[in-house]
């Protein structure tokens, strides 16, 4: 049985449902600190936000930080030490500790520009129950051409016909009181293989949450040197194709839907190999070809790599 998450403080009092509580899951990362300063930096809010750190660690290790940072930025600031390696279980920790009406969520390598939740914020207005903002990557000095050129690394949701159906938890805002009445929680199941977040989302369209984009509410992600290559691009591609394949399955498609994933597979595979002469294109269809191969996996049953 997973281990409960422990709250250091007392939860923060019920706040009106214009309130916001930003959360962010910690797991030994000192660049948390930078992010909690720019946090205590947002512009263009009625009133500052509420924000909890739940700390993955068995360690503890976020604490002596988030102490410093509650000391030094005078911020409403609540830790949660929710340990078990599993994101999900941090995730879920701070669902529980939000006490507002809009609860939103980033990383803790991410630093947010300075009117980011007031973007978010002011795009609700149009009646969204979620609203997702761009993730933008910071490269490192010395990181190769093709990477920096392509910015693989950078977020923004999948718009489609339709509009958008799923989202990630690097850069967004939504309505706690629609998790709640649904009943949605983030899938432990999930939290070391990656993609709970894609498939919370995915659940919140189902039921009927609509999903909107600001494209001003900008946070930004320094690259780390280890994942400034295609070996974790076409892994990450991969595991998210993986989460769109269990959709798929879910749907009722299973085996026979694999057709349509290894056909694109196939396609981009084709198109890496007449794209040759072009670093950006070639290794954007490599890393398209893993997306639609790890959603192919899944539909015949291979288990889910772990990202974390």
């Not at 007392?10 to 030994?28: E, F, K, L, M, Q």
């Not at 900008?218 to 290559?229: G, I, K, L, Q």
């Amino acid at each position: 049985m997973a281990a409960r998450a422990q709250a250091a403080f007392a939860p923060p009092r019920p706040d009106p449902s214009s309130a916001i509580t930003v959360c962010i899951c910690s797991y030994r990362r000192p660049e948390i600190v930078a992010t909690l300063a720019a946090l205590a930096r947002q512009k263009g809010l009625d009133a500052a936000p509420l924000v909890v750190v739940a700390d993955n660690t068995a360690e503890a290790f976020a604490r002596p930080l988030v102490d410093l940072a509650r000391d030094e930025f005078d911020m409403p600031l609540q830790y949660v030490h929710a340990p078990a390696n599993n994101i999900s279980i941090a995730r879920n920790a701070c669902l529980d500790a939000a006490r507002t009406g809009w609860v939103a969520f980033l990383d803790d390598d991410e630093v947010p520009a300075p009117n980011w939740l007031s973007n978010l914020r002011a795009e609700t207005a149009q009646g969204w129950d979620a609203v997702l903002g761009p993730v933008k990557a910071l490269y490192p000095e010395g990181t190769a051409n093709w990477l920096a050129e392509g910015d693989f690394h950078s977020t923004r949701p999948v718009q489609r016909r339709r509009g958008i159906s799923t989202g990630y938890t690097g850069n967004v805002l939504f309505r706690r009181d629609f998790a709640l009445r649904h009943g949605l929680r983030f899938r432990e199941e999930l939290g070391r293989s990656g993609g709970e977040d894609e498939d919370f989302f995915y659940r919140f369209h189902d039921a009927g949450g609509t999903i909107g984009f600001a494209p001003r509410a900008v946070c930004y992600e320094p690259v780390p040197a280890a994942r400034a290559n295609l070996h974790w691009l076409i892994k990450r591609s991969f595991r998210s194709g993986q989460s769109h394949g269990r959709r798929l399955k879910a749907s009722g498609k299973g085996r026979l839907g694999m057709l349509l994933p290894v056909a694109k597979c196939v396609f981009c595979i084709g198109g890496a190999a007449l794209c040759a002469a072009a670093p950006v294109k070639r290794r954007r269809y490599a890393v398209r070809a893993a997306l639609h191969a790890g959603a192919a996996a899944k539909l015949s049953g291979l288990g889910e790599i772990e990202m974390y």
